[in-house]
């Protein structure tokens, strides 16, 4: 499982979401994860969630810390599960940063009571299967009722790696839970 963080500030705009877009934009070939910092502005044209297109909705944020993931070899199933596990692992992350926080996962999505604070998708391709999720840093200027890491004064840098370290830790642990077992009588 290899990892990267981007130094340079990228608009999210929904076509970051294909395949080998780690590799053609980083040169990291293979399983990952990829972070960097930057707005979000995706219309309705490359949306993803088809609940989003009935709707007519779309997803902008001033700023966003964005995550994605590729896995080569993992169905439409297996990556919504890996989806809700790095949920998690940016609750985990935010908890371990900020005493008292009151964040929980809904679905796919992490919320502050009714303030959203991410948005995220799971989706494949001909060759794989991805993961984005933004977590934003700004809250201004939402289009639904939202809150950022500035809200909580959480280093979104510091975030990422934490974030970047806990989800490879988990890939490595569950290839190693995989190797280590025989088959059952």
Do not use: W
């Not at 990952?32 to 044209?45: L, N, R």
């Not at 900020?98 to 919320?111: A, F, H, M, P, S």
């Amino acid at each position: 499982m290899k990892v990267y963080f981007s130094e340079d500030t990228l608009t999210y705009d929904g076509t970051q979401l294909r395949s080998h877009f780690a590799y053609d934009t980083f040169n990291v070939l293979g399983d990952s994860i990829v972070a960097f910092i930057g707005p979000c502005d995706v219309k309705k044209e490359h949306l993803v969630d088809l609940e989003d297109v009935h709707q007519n909705q779309f997803i902008y944020s001033e700023n966003m810390l964005h995550f994605i993931v590729e896995h080569f070899n993992d169905d439409l199933n297996l990556m919504i599960a890996k989806q809700r596990l790095l949920i998690s692992l940016i609750i985990q992350e935010m908890n371990d940063t900020v005493e008292n926080l009151n964040v929980k996962r809904q679905g796919d999505d992490i919320y502050d009571d009714t303030l959203k604070l991410s948005v995220s998708i799971a989706t494949s391709s001909p060759v794989s299967c991805l993961i984005h999720t933004g977590i934003n840093i700004s809250s201004k200027n939402t289009p639904v009722p939202a809150v950022g890491l500035d809200d909580y004064k959480i280093n979104a840098h510091a975030l990422a790696t934490g974030v970047l370290n806990r989800y490879r830790a988990e890939m490595d642990s569950m290839e190693k839970a995989r190797c280590k077992v025989k088959s059952a009588s």
